[in-house]
């Protein structure tokens, strides 16, 4: 039999094609009298209420925006179903809020929705048009807005209230919020919990400043409180509490946090559990944030008593032994973990760890591990970083801390996150007394861009800053640049008869990464110290972040060795076992509380 050919095969031709023509023709056809598109949804009735009737409709008054108030009047004429329908009107305002960058238009449609008084408006078309105002920035239109609802006579005028409150709060623009919030009480609308929300979360945005108190975010935001509790006689919502809560913690005021939380406690017949932990936990972080660990633990104990301790409860008490250098403490709260069958997770086991290692406790972090291991938790890069760290304290020549340091570190290269400056930061405190492994290291985070020195080299002038660097990173970086990076200028008595000035800058205070050991140990006295075991002197100056090397010393130095310097490594590393000993603080007393 011969193969059927297709109809899409060819092209149509003739009559066929007249028609498919006069049907796309039709379909697309612009009516000259209110100069939008005509679709065939137009055409039928019964169809002026479907969606894609009021999207296109929508699209085609915004993209004729020299005649929109013509549209709008034609389109009623003739199309009143598709207007007068509140869900279509919603479905215009839609397009409209998507077309914001036309400002004047959105306006112009909104206004013309407002003012026509044959058009049934309910409540969710007055918010979607009061919010569209707000957005504009047309506070007399938004004004008129809520005229015309009062004239309306609309119920849950609130509601459109709650809407604009919050958007201009979601803007920052908080005093149109408080004047729209005045309105509101002045009208004698009684507010809901949602006006209290959003009112707390306009007074959240607010920047602290230097304002009178009663001008300061926490005191408007209790105002609100007060102010609702009085019109309304309690029954907050457990979310209102926790905002004031946060913002009392971001202002240091814990008291105030607690006695929010007092309060809240009076309502717990209507607070669900998951509520009450939410309380809680905003409150012991507010207490962790104003340095008082021994109160949040009292209050996660009361949590305990009341059965709401949950695995973040945990982690937070964990948190304030860390803080307050309560390792017994902290491994109580981990078997109570177990006991109680509360699942750990990774920042429970991270923090532990923080704290076993602030008081250099190097075998139970590694105990620790291995716990997480078993329970098939993977350690964050932070965790490990801290156990690198702990071994780097606890290290000298003589044990091998540093090999266990070291195995972590490659453990992190395996891992799926990549390696930052802190795993090199804490590696190379590990591999202090281990100069080649830690020179090759250096050199590996130099390759990969993850190890940056600020080296500025000039023909007069040489600068190191040694800034986001620790003690060991310091250290080796120091020698790279002194033995390699520039030896080629230390070979050259030309270049060198042309220098004038070498400096260090190892920061201060703040700015200065790497913890302070006994005796002053630190970044600039580990630099000054290595200055002098090359031979060289440096430069009284009242700079005390950077540190100058006298020219003169360092041009003897280099003639002297044939165009490079010698560092006496053991000399420094004799010098350095005096000071390269962390603080015990194992020592400091143990308050243990009762098992729940």
């Known amino acids: 039999m011969p193969k059927r050919r297709k109809k899409c095969e060819t092209p149509a031709t003739g009559s066929a094609a007249v028609r498919l023509s006069e049907k796309t023709n ?30 296109d409709f929508a699209r085609d008054i915004v993209r004729h925006r020299s005649s929109v108030n013509d549209n709008l009047d034609s389109a009623f004429r003739k199309y009143p179903e598709a207007i007068t329908s509140a869900a279509t009107i919603n479905r215009i305002l839609d397009v409209i809020a998507d077309q914001m960058k036309e400002i004047s238009i959105a306006t112009s449609i909104c206004t013309w929705f407002l003012l026509h008084e044959t058009i049934r408006k309910p409540l969710r078309v007055f918010g979607r048009i009061a919010k569209i105002f707000a957005a504009a920035g047309c506070w007399d239109m938004l004004t008129k807005t809520f005229d015309r609802m009062n004239e309306c006579d609309i119920d849950g005028k609130v509601k459109v209230y709650n809407i604009v409150i919050t958007d201009y709060g979601s803007r920052s623009e908080n005093k149109e919020a408080e004047l729209l919030y005045s309105r509101m009480r002045a009208e004698g609308i009684r507010p809901d919990q949602g006006t209290l929300k959003s009112m707390l979360k306009v007074c959240e945005k607010m920047r602290m400043g ?54 809240a406690k009076e309502n717990t017949t209507r607070y669900t559990k998951k509520m009450m932990e939410e309380l809680y936990h905003s409150s012991m972080l507010a207490l962790q944030h104003g340095m008082q660990w021994e109160k949040t633990l009292d209050l996660f104990e009361e949590m305990r008593s009341r059965k709401l301790a949950t695995t973040q409860s945990y982690t937070i008490a964990i948190s304030a032994c860390e803080k307050g250098l309560q390792w017994q403490q902290c491994l109580q709260y981990l078997d109570d973990m177990e006991r109680d069958r509360v699942q750990k997770n990774e920042p429970t086991y991270g923090i532990a760890v923080s704290c076993m290692a602030k008081a250099g406790l190097v075998d139970i972090i590694f105990q620790l591990l291995d716990q997480m291991k078993s329970e098939r938790i993977v350690p964050s890069n932070i965790a490990l970083n801290t156990a690198i760290q702990a071994c780097a304290h606890c290290s000298n020549s003589e044990n091998n801390l540093w090999k266990k340091g070291y195995d972590i570190f490659l453990q992190i290269e395996k891992g799926k996150d990549p390696v930052d400056l802190d795993s090199y930061n804490a590696v190379l405190d590990a591999l202090s007394f281990q100069t080649k492994l830690s020179l090759d290291i250096f050199r590996q985070g130099l390759e990969k861009g993850i190890i940056r020195p600020s080296s500025h080299v000039e023909s007069a002038s040489a600068k190191l800053d040694l800034h986001l660097l620790s003690l060991g990173a310091a250290e080796v970086c120091l020698r790279w640049w002194f033995e390699e990076h520039l030896l080629e200028r230390f070979r050259s008595p030309r270049v060198m008869a042309k220098l004038k000035a070498v400096d260090v800058v190892t920061g201060w205070g703040k700015s200065r990464v790497g913890e302070k050991r006994k ?29 100058s090397i006298d020219i003169s010393s360092l041009r003897k130095s280099t003639e002297d060795n044939g165009g490079k310097l010698i560092f006496d490594v053991e000399g420094y590393f004799k010098w350095k076992k005096m000071y390269k000993e962390l603080p015990q603080n194992t020592k400091i007393p143990q308050v243990m509380r009762k098992s729940g």
């Open 26 to 55: 039709k379909r697309t056809k612009v009516n000259e009298d209110n100069g939008f598109r005509k679709e065939s949804n137009f055409d039928d009735p019964r169809k002026t209420a479907g969606k894609f009737c009021a999207l």
């Open 210 to 263: 230097s304002r009178k108190k009663e001008d300061q975010p926490v005191e408007k935001a209790l105002g609100y409180l007060k102010e609702f509790r009085a019109s309304i006689g309690g029954n907050i919502d457990s979310d209102c509490y926790i905002i004031v809560i946060n913002m009392s913690a971001r202002s240091g005021n814990w008291q105030m946090a607690l006695k929010i939380l007092d309060e």
């Open 519 to 547: 005796n002053e140990d630190g970044i600039k006295k580990r630099v000054a110290t290595m200055i002098s075991f090359y031979g060289l002197s440096e430069i009284p100056q009242s700079n005390k972040g950077m540190i």
